[in-house]
């Protein structure tokens, strides 16, 4: 018996949670039903593969009372229980994932309101409401109850004390001695119960005492009557008998009385629905939302919910819903928690939270239930993955969240715009990863492009405005919308009459090349393929020998007639990185660098053969000037790096050469000061008329 100290996180918790300023205590019952449920679940799926426990599902309940002598609620399950271990264990420590960092995170908010409610601190939370918490609890299979107890610093694990009741059959009955009273309240905890836990698989059931009026026999008057008879026979003289057995005797005689007495009647009165909300067809939107808020905890309303059941080769009935908020990326994922927001049932029975693990990643966003009929009951973690009929409800719910969305794009462009600003990273990671949707997944991808103003447009919108013969998509890709807009190969795309696509995300490209065609149309990144035919000049032949003789990170060069005003642009080619990615790779610390070869780096420079640039430079090497050709074309070749989009390779020696560019240029103009010293000089030796006149008189 002696007290135990908690964990050193569930201390850190405790203490937050007791001095918390968290105003919405009352999320403790909530708390508390879920375990409830969570270990008749627990049971319900024992009982099912372990027929010796001889336990009778339908008897299972959770049930809430009132002790007002105490000052105390108490909640029972009759669920799987603990041991006197998993007391210890269970309401010790804290096996969660993430809760180091959730209680740093807690102390360090000034307000930590949100944060308690987000995160649900389980069982602690009865500490928001109680000073003092005992836990008698009976394990499935054993006859013994033990109690746990708290008052908030350490615990104590021990046998019942002799006023307190062994459990009847097994499960946990949780007794809350109250600090805040206004918890005493049956209408209160009622109305608890229907915000929070109406959702609940379990009947709950509320003590309801009532008083009741009863009439009965007045005894006290009816003996009060005897003696005042009886005592007047012995004033009259009767010494017969005693004063007893007159009284005795005259009880016999007198009229019998009645009178009425309140009685408590205790009942059990039944306070939730529980059909589950997935198979009922007459639910309310507020319905849909508020299940959908008692599942995942989340404070918004879903953005969106799809709710079917299918036929045929695999039946079974889902409720699916989107958040509104997005995952955050920087967020560890926890298992735990996706675990509890996408639940699988067979037959309306719990069976496992490890359903997310079969969807694909890019999805895993999803939360809600799904229930089948044709899983076997004892399907287990392994199961999961491999089982025919799992894989056949992964696709089709795959199928019914992607047709929802399209479904959005098309009916309610809110909505789908919303969607899109908290998803549209995971719905190219899906274009990339998942084959047989990525036709779909294409089609609800949104850009801007040259075209489409303010607005974002979908590659059907492209197929649409196509040119004349135009057999392919253009895009660039880069950082920002302005670096796309102002980027030397989209600009002569764009001068040629052609839409451009101006891809921003840095998972773009990856998805781009993963889509490679839409619609028959082939997707052509001009950062790798440039844009323009080459021409077949032969005027350049030379040159180009050339420049990949002295830049060697150019393994090819092209000649086009299509890149408006700039010299040259370069693009990555077939088997070369382009500007966009090779930044990506720079940026990403963890990305092992000499996996992608950027010390040999290969790329394409397109010149452009009417450029002043370009002939003049080809003047030069037709006359053998090629000391001062390598530096020209050193230089052009730079400059055209950087209006490419990527990074100049050897960038001192090329701010040099453009310093050395400017003093040139700068050398025909004079300091100011020289100047005025040189006029002043040019002033004395200056001869006027007046000299001349003068020098002509005196001769
Ligand atoms: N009524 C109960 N019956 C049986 N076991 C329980 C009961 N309540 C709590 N437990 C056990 O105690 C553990 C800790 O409970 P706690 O509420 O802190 O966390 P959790 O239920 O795992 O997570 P959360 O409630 O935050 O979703 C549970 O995992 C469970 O094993």
């Not at 009886?230 to 009259?236: G, L, M, P, S």
């Not at 819903?321 to 029975?349: H, S, T």
């Not at 799992?390 to 969607?419: C, G, H, P, W, Y």
């Not at 000061?673 to 000089?681: H, P």
């Amino acid at each position: 018996q002696e007290k135990r100290t908690f964990d050193v996180e569930v201390s850190r918790l405790m203490h937050l949670i007791i001095h918390s300023l968290y105003t919405n205590k009352e999320i403790f019952l909530r708390e508390l039903i879920s375990n409830a449920s969570d270990a008749l679940d627990k049971l319900r799926f024992i009982c099912i593969t372990d027929k010796t426990l001889n336990i009778d599902p339908s008897s299972f309940k959770i049930r809430i009372g009132i002790d007002a002598d105490k000052g105390a609620i108490y909640i029972i399950d009759n669920g799987i229980g603990m041991t006197k271990e998993e007391l210890a264990k269970n309401l010790g420590t804290i096996a969660k994932s993430g809760t180091a960092e959730f209680i740093k995170k807690l102390e360090a908010a000034e307000d930590n309101k949100n944060l308690i409610g987000q995160f649900g601190v389980g069982f602690y939370s009865s500490f928001l409401v109680a000073e003092n918490v005992t836990v008698i609890s009976r394990k499935a299979g054993s006859e013994e109850s033990y109690a746990w107890e708290s008052n908030g610093d350490g615990f104590v694990v021990r046998e019942l004390k002799e006023d307190e009741t062994p459990m009847e059959e097994q499960g946990t009955k949780i007794i809350l001695g109250l600090k805040d009273k206004y918890f005493l309240d049956t209408n209160v905890l009622k109305d608890l119960v229907k915000k929070y836990s109406e959702f609940i698989q379990f009947p709950i059931e509320m003590e309801i005492t009532k008083k009741e009026e009863e009439e009965v026999e007045d005894t006290e008057a009816m003996r009060q009557e005897a003696e005042e008879k009886a005592k007047k026979r012995i004033e009259e003289g009767e010494t017969s008998k005693t004063e007893e057995e007159l009284i005795e005797e005259e009880l016999k005689n007198v009229e019998v009385k009645h009178k009425f007495i309140t009685k408590n009647i205790t009942s059990w009165e039944p306070i939730n629905v529980n059909k589950p909300i997935w198979m009922r067809s007459d639910v309310t939107d507020e319905e849909y939302n508020q299940f959908y808020k008692a599942l995942t905890k989340d404070t918004k309303d879903p953005l969106a919910k799809i709710h079917f059941n299918t036929e045929g080769d695999s039946v079974f009935r889902a409720l699916l819903y989107i958040p509104a908020e997005g995952p955050n990326p920087f967020a560890p994922k926890d298992p735990e928690k996706l675990k509890q927001m996408l639940r699988l049932y067979v037959r309306r029975v719990f069976v496992s939270g490890d359903f997310y693990t079969t969807l694909p990643d890019y999805l895993t966003f999803i939360r809600g239930v799904i229930d089948s009929d044709d899983i076997p009951l004892n399907v287990g973690r392994e199961l999961i993955q491999e089982n025919r009929h799992i894989d056949r409800i992964k696709r089709k719910v795959v199928r019914k969240v992607l047709q929802l969305i399209q479904d959005l794009s098309e009916n309610n462009s809110t909505v789908f715009e919303a969607f899109m600003k908290e998803y549209s990273v995971q719905m190219k990671i899906g274009a990339i990863t998942d084959v047989p949707n990525r036709g779909r997944i294409a089609k609800l991808l949104r850009y801007y492009s040259s075209v489409s103003g303010n607005e974002t447009m979908s590659f059907q919108d492209y197929i649409g405005r196509l040119k004349e013969n135009q057999t392919e998509i253009y895009y660039v890709c880069a950082d920002s919308l302005e670096e796309a807009k102002n980027s030397p190969v989209a600009q002569s795309a764009i001068s040629a009459g052609y839409e451009v696509i101006y891809m921003t995300d840095p998972v773009d490209e990856a998805a781009s090349r993963s889509i490679n065609t839409f619609e028959g149309k082939t997707l052509v990144d001009l950062g790798k393929d440039g844009f323009g035919v080459e021409t077949d000049d032969k005027e350049y032949d030379e040159l180009k020998e050339f420049i990949k003789e002295n830049i060697k990170e150019v393994s090819k060069v092209e000649v086009s007639n299509k890149l408006g005003n700039v010299a040259g642009v370069v693009i990555s080619g077939k088997d070369g990185l382009t500007a966009n990615m090779e930044k990506l790779i720079k940026a990403h610390a963890t990305a092992n660098k000499k996996d992608f070869n950027l010390e040999n780096l290969k790329r394409v420079l397109v010149i452009n053969g009417e450029h002043d640039i370009i002939i003049k430079i080809n003047v030069l090497i037709k006359e053998d000037k090629k000391e001062q050709a390598i530096e020209f074309v050193k230089g052009m070749y730079n400059t055209a790096l950087i209006q490419s989009g990527y990074t100049v390779t050897d960038s001192n020696e090329y701010a040099q050469w453009v310093q050395k560019m400017i003093e040139k240029e700068l050398s025909g103009i004079e300091e100011v000061e020289n100047k005025e010293e040189k006029k002043e000089v040019k002033e004395e030796n200056t001869v006027g008329v007046d000299d001349i006149v003068n020098q002509k008189n005196e001769l």
